[in-house]
């Protein structure tokens, strides 16, 4: 079905304020047309795998045929600094 490609994160600065910018790919690995759920979860979490904080976005694409991707970017101010892990996921009611 829908999965994710090339998922990134970099720190950035702006304003003096630091962002935590997290981009990748939407992509449909279907053999279909399919739709793209609305709401993507990204958690961040410490070293012992505690959810710290997570926040949810909505793609930019509502359906992707087969073989197509859309880009995603997402940022975050001030994230928490004991953050060492991230894992992004489909989210079925925007928790």
Known sequence: ??????????????DGQVLL??????????LRELPVPQNVRV???DAAGRELYHWTFKPDATVLKPGQSVPFITRLSSPPAAARHLEVR??????
């Open 21 to 30: 910018a997290v981009k990748g790919m939407i992509v449909n690995v279907g």
């Open 1 to 14: 079905g829908i999965d994710f490609r090339q998922v990134d994160y970099q720190r950035e600065s702006e």
């Open 43 to 45: 958690t961040l979490s």
């Open 90 to 95: 489909f989210a079925k009611d925007g928790s």
